[in-house]
């Protein structure tokens, strides 16, 4: 059974920090696409940051220059480090698992980000 658990949402001040954990199983992690994507209310889901399995990072335009994704192959895990939150920021951020080899793909159930001005 593949699981995706994010954990490491909350609330924080504008200007803060927090560090998102994506614990994944069921897969061969090494081999995996891992994203973060966020949803705000009355919003589509948007992109965040993906690594790929050599470890090349891309984020959006948005989070650029604040986010850092990084993933422990040993620990089976992917994570987000958020500084200089914003109020936009706020969202729940979802963690996802994409397999190229065989086009498998999995969502992690999500984790709440609030950020208040």
């Known amino acids: 059974q593949v699981q995706l658990v994010e954990s490491g949402g909350g609330l924080v001040q504008a200007g803060g920090s927090l560090r998102l954990s994506c614990a994944v199983s069921?897969?061969?992690?090494?081999?995996?696409?891992m994203s973060w994507y966020r949803q705000a209310p009355g919003k589509q889901r948007e992109l965040v940051s993906f690594i790929t399995p050599g470890d090349t990072v891309k984020y959006s335009d948005s989070v650029k220059g604040r986010f850092t994704t990084s993933r422990d192959n040993a620990k089976n895990t992917v994570y987000l480090h958020m500084n200089s939150l914003k109020p936009d920021d706020t969202a729940v951020y979802y963690c996802?698992?994409?397999?190229?080899?065989?086009?498998?793909?999995?969502w992690g159930q999500g984790t709440q980000v609030t950020v208040s001005s």
């Open positions: 996802y698992a994409y397999n190229p080899l065989t086009g498998a793909a999995h």
């Open positions: 069921g897969v061969i992690f090494s081999a995996n696409h």
